[in-house]
């Protein structure tokens, strides 16, 4: 029996994670690239005549008003730049609301995920959310267990990805349950991804530890910049990856020739950097969003590793 999927996007929602998605399900669901609805339907939900806007302002037309959300197996919420008002529509809010009530399993790509939180749809549940919005996420729905050291995750009936090219792997995962991981591996060889990524696989790091190689380390530092202000202690983070504490403190010497405990300073300094040079945030409320004591224990800190004080940078 065929799959029927609804897509919610929300006003300015970014495009690649839904093209990504609806395209896996696409080369997935049929012979070759015959493009078929076989296995696999979708439709955009949202008002009849009236476009949705892309973050990259492509306007796509819904193909179908809201109507019976028991009419598809899975809701999918597409997100798009973080502004409340730049949610869902009130017939799109409603046909979620009802998707939830009737226990149809909910999905959000990218930042989605905001969305879903903001109903109290994903409270008690495990979320992934992208690294670079896990903190703010994590202030506005303590109540969600979120993380940032995985491309997706699927807790009972509910799915979460980081976004990007995360929302192929996810769509790859529903492919391999509903049909067959021969059909997940097709698809992601003519979208020419060298292969389809498991929740084992974490997201992409930025640029401050190029030399991370190893999945340990590489997760163990996630899991350091989406716990910055709620510190963890060594033994907890060599727990989280798998691994006991004198291993992840060698692995983290051969490849970046620093600790742990170094490590998780250089990326607290990095990140408190970033918000002196593009926020509006008085130091104060930088120190404790970075996890240092107060103020002062921040500008002596910062200035051992930067060589300047948080208000040269903040004056610059």
Not at 36 to 49: P, Y
Not at 101 to 128: H, N, Q, W
Not at 172 to 186: N, P, R, Y
Not at 255 to 271: G, N
Request: hydrophobic share 40%.
């Amino acid at each position: 029996m065929t799959k029927r999927f609804a897509f919610l996007l929300v006003r300015d929602f970014t495009l690649s994670p839904l093209s990504l998605f609806i395209d896996t399900l696409r080369l997935a669901g049929d012979e070759g690239d015959r493009s078929r609805r076989v296995e696999f339907d979708w439709q955009i939900i949202g008002d009849h005549g009236l476009p949705i806007r892309a973050s990259c302002g492509v306007e796509l037309l819904p193909g179908k008003t809201s109507g019976r959300p028991e009419d598809f197996d899975n809701i999918v919420v597409v997100g798009g730049l973080l502004d409340k008002s730049r949610g869902l529509s009130s017939d799109g809010e409603q046909f979620l609301l009802r998707a939830a009530e009737k226990k149809i399993p909910l999905t959000a790509l990218c930042t989605g995920s905001f969305v879903l939180a903001r109903y109290g749809l994903l409270d008690g549940y495990k979320a992934t959310v992208s690294w670079f919005h896990i903190t703010n996420f994590r202030t506005s729905f303590p109540q969600v267990n979120a993380n940032a050291d995985t491309l997706y995750s699927v807790d009972r009936d509910r799915a979460t990805c980081a976004g990007g090219t995360g929302a192929a792997d996810l769509a790859g995962f529903f492919v391999s349950q509903l049909i067959g991981q021969k059909a997940a591996e097709k698809a992601a060889k003519i979208l020419v991804l060298d292969r389809i990524r498991s929740t084992r696989d974490v997201q992409p790091l930025g640029d401050l530890f190029p030399n991370a190689s190893s999945r340990v380390v590489r997760r163990a530092l996630l899991l350091m910049e989406s716990n910055l202000e709620e510190k963890m202690s060594v033994t907890d983070i060599a727990g989280r990856v798998g691994c006991s504490r004198r291993k992840l403190e060698r692995l983290f010497a051969a490849e970046l020739e620093l600790s742990p405990m170094a490590s998780y300073l250089a990326l607290r300094v990095h990140c408190s950097k970033s918000l002196l040079e593009n926020s509006d945030l008085q130091i104060g409320e930088i120190a404790s969003k970075c996890g240092f004591t107060n103020a002062g224990h921040f500008s002596r800190v910062f200035r051992q590793h930067t060589g300047v004080r948080p208000t040269t940078i903040r004056s610059g």
